[in-house]
């Protein structure tokens, strides 16, 4: 089964009706796409996409999605679904950390410049972030109940099978998703996913400084800020308002001052201290070992060469759990591979060459042009 599916020849974009749905902004008609007056703006040829191309896009009704506030027994989750076809699989992205659904649409523009059609798409904002509201109960948010609040996402909106893709802390949730539904679980795609080395800044965060300072370091901010309590957000803003972001946030990036405004304000408005923080010790308190070793499904992850939270050690200690895992590296991409370098990552996701599931093998970072890297993915 493939994350990236072919142009179907029909789709249907209406909603089933499951009876948890609430939308609270009006879908597409049934049956109908949205009118091309609608759609983002005609991307440029495929090989000259180049460094973040396009900026986020905020409005689910330019990628023919429905917007729904589903309640279930974990939380309310606010989830853009739609782009149905005949298959009972759906492909689900999971964002990460201070990022929202908006974070996967320069992917799925990419996809439309290239004609792939990402079908039977479920991107949620997880709880706390986006338009999601927090969970009642934070002390029972675990790594394994986030996974299971999505498998219930799928389910209700009447799928039985999933191909996950998740960036940064999405990846972690997809990997445990992967390990607590090996039969439902078609593929895992990773961008950026974090692992190993953020587990050990978070449990030693001084003994292990040095493996992510830039990671250590932005937890500790965090932590500082969320003891402001209300007075985070305003702390927060103001740091938006006196220009000081884009320094905050370049390292995550290979190129900063390329990256598009839409970008850094997605940033700023989802740069929540308390959820950081509660993602963070959630992750460290998490047994990757045990759980990961149950994955038997393909997996393919991808991160920049410049990515600042991901080590070659991941890699490893990823490949040695996971029986079925390819790896490979974006050049000229930080954390944000999906953003920074949609086709590329695209093509590195894409499941469409069988995967060599006899034995593993890690992809050497290439330099070279991003027409020859996406040439030589494969």
Same mark, same amino acid.
């Given at each position: 089964m493939?994350i990236?599916?072919s142009?179907?020849a029909?789709r !249907?974009h209406?909603?089933a009706?499951?009876?948890?749905?609430d939308?609270?902004?009006?879908g597409?008609?049934p049956?109908?796409?949205?009118q091309?007056?609608?759609?983002?703006?005609p991307?440029?040829?495929?090989?000259?996409?180049?460094?973040?191309?396009?900026?986020l896009? =905020?409005?689910?009704h330019?990628?023919?999605l429905t917007t729904s506030?589903?309640?279930?027994?974990?939380g309310?989750? %606010?989830v853009?679904?739609?782009r149905?076809? !005949?298959?009972?699989?759906a492909?689900?992205l999971?964002?990460?950390? =201070?990022?929202?659904?908006?974070t996967?649409?320069p992917? /799925?523009?990419a996809a439309?410049a290239?004609?792939?059609?990402?079908?039977?798409?479920?991107?949620?904002?997880?709880p706390?972030?986006?338009?999601?509201p927090?969970?009642?109960d934070?002390?029972? @948010?675990?790594?394994e109940?986030?996974?299971?609040l999505?498998?219930d996402v799928a389910?209700s909106l009447?799928?039985e099978?999933?191909?996950? @893709?998740?960036h940064?802390?999405?990846?972690?949730i997809?990997?445990?998703?992967?390990?607590?539904e090996?039969?439902?679980?078609?593929?895992?795609g990773?961008v950026?996913a974090?692992?190993?080395?953020?587990q !050990?800044?978070?449990?030693h965060?001084?003994?292990d400084?040095?493996v /992510?300072? =830039?990671f250590?370091?932005l937890l500790m901010?965090m932590?500082m800020?969320?003891l402001a309590?209300?007075l985070?957000?305003g702390? %927060?803003r103001?740091?938006?308002? /006196?220009?000081?972001?884009?320094a905050?946030?370049?390292?995550?990036?290979?190129?900063?001052?390329a990256?598009d405004?839409?970008?850094?304000?997605?940033?700023?408005a989802?740069?929540?201290p308390?959820?950081?923080v509660l993602?963070?010790?959630?992750?460290g308190?998490?047994?990757a070992?045990?759980q990961w070793?149950?994955i038997?499904?393909?997996?393919?992850s991808?991160h920049?060469?410049d990515d600042?939270?991901?080590?070659?050690?991941d890699?490893?200690r990823?490949?040695a759990?996971?029986?079925?895992?390819?790896?490979?590296?974006v050049p000229?991409?930080?954390h944000?591979?999906?953003i920074?370098r949609?086709?590329?990552?695209?093509?590195? /996701?894409e499941?469409? %060459?069988?995967?060599?599931?006899?034995?593993s093998?890690?992809?050497p970072a290439?330099r070279?042009?991003?027409?020859?890297?996406?040439?030589?993915?494969?």
């Amino acid at each position: 089964m493939s994350i990236l599916l072919s142009r179907p020849a029909t789709r !249907n974009h209406s909603v089933a009706s499951v009876g948890v749905l609430d939308s609270p902004t009006p879908g597409p008609r049934p049956g109908a796409r949205p009118q091309p007056a609608t759609r983002p703006k005609p991307a440029p040829p495929a090989i000259a996409l180049g460094y973040s191309p396009f900026p986020l896009d =905020a409005d689910a009704h330019h990628f023919g999605l429905t917007t729904s506030a589903m309640h279930l027994k974990g939380g309310t989750v %606010v989830v853009r679904h739609g782009r149905r076809s !005949n298959s009972d699989t759906a492909t689900i992205l999971l964002h990460g950390a =201070a990022g929202s659904w908006t974070t996967w649409t320069p992917l /799925l523009q990419a996809a439309e410049a290239t004609a792939r059609d990402l079908t039977d798409l479920i991107i949620p904002d997880l709880p706390g972030w986006g338009d999601s509201p927090r969970a009642a109960d934070e002390s029972s @948010v675990g790594v394994e109940s986030m996974a299971e609040l999505v498998a219930d996402v799928a389910r209700s909106l009447g799928y039985e099978r999933w191909n996950v @893709v998740g960036h940064s802390m999405g990846g972690f949730i997809a990997l445990q998703l992967a390990a607590s539904e090996p039969s439902a679980t078609s593929s895992v795609g990773l961008v950026s996913a974090t692992s190993f080395s953020i587990q !050990n800044s978070v449990r030693h965060p001084i003994r292990d400084f040095w493996v /992510l300072p =830039a990671f250590t370091a932005l937890l500790m901010t965090m932590r500082m800020l969320r003891l402001a309590g209300p007075l985070n957000r305003g702390l %927060v803003r103001a740091v938006t308002c /006196l220009g000081l972001l884009p320094a905050l946030v370049a390292p995550l990036f290979s190129r900063p001052r390329a990256v598009d405004p839409t970008v850094i304000a997605a940033l700023g408005a989802e740069l929540r201290p308390a959820g950081f923080v509660l993602a963070a010790d959630r992750a460290g308190a998490y047994d990757a070992g045990t759980q990961w070793a149950q994955i038997r499904c393909p997996v393919r992850s991808v991160h920049g060469d410049d990515d600042i939270f991901v080590t070659a050690d991941d890699d490893k200690r990823l490949h040695a759990l996971v029986a079925h895992c390819v790896s490979s590296t974006v050049p000229g991409a930080g954390h944000f591979g999906q953003i920074e370098r949609p086709l590329e990552v695209l093509l590195r /996701l894409e499941f469409a %060459v069988p995967l060599p599931i006899m034995s593993s093998r890690i992809e050497p970072a290439r330099r070279g042009s991003p027409r020859d890297n996406a040439r030589d993915a494969f």
